[in-house]
Nanobody
Framework: QVQLVESGGGLVQAGGSLRLSCAASGGAFSRYAMGWFRQAPGKGREFAAAISWSNNINYGDSVKGRFTISRDRAKDTVYLQMNSLKPEDTAIYYC?????????????????WGQGTQVTVSS
């Protein structure tokens, strides 16, 4: 059973940075595509970023140019570096994994989810 544990959320001022981490266990991490999604109060789950087996990367339009996804296979960890944060980035951020090569942008394609970490950006 794959388990995902996010960390690194918190409160930051607009223009600041945070780095989220997602530690994976219980599966062959190198054979999973990994994604980050977010959900703001009263809104649906929004795609932020995803990375494939072979490090092909997709970004959501709202974070492109500000967020960077990466993975460390030695540590079974995926990261989301978030720069130039805006108040509208405030949300719970979820890490997700799917057994397969493709970094889909659709949350329904993912099989495993972390518990989420809160990111709050103040203006």
């Amino acid at each position: 059973q794959v388990q995902l544990v996010e960390s690194g959320g918190g409160l930051v001022q607009a223009g600041g940075s945070l780095r989220l981490s997602c530690a994976a266990s219980g599966g062959a991490f190198s054979r999973y595509a990994m994604g980050w999604f977010r959900q703001a109060p009263g809104k649906g789950r929004e795609f932020a970023a995803a990375i494939s087996w072979s490090n092909n990367i997709n970004y959501g339009d709202s974070v492109k140019g500000r967020f960077t996804i990466s993975r460390d296979r030695a540590k079974d960890t995926v990261y989301l570096q978030m720069n130039s944060l805006k108040p509208e980035d405030t949300a719970i951020y979820y890490c997700a994994a799917r057994s397969g090569p493709t970094a889909y942008t659709d949350w329904a394609r993912y099989d495993y989810w972390g518990q989420g970490t809160q990111v709050t950006v103040s203006s």
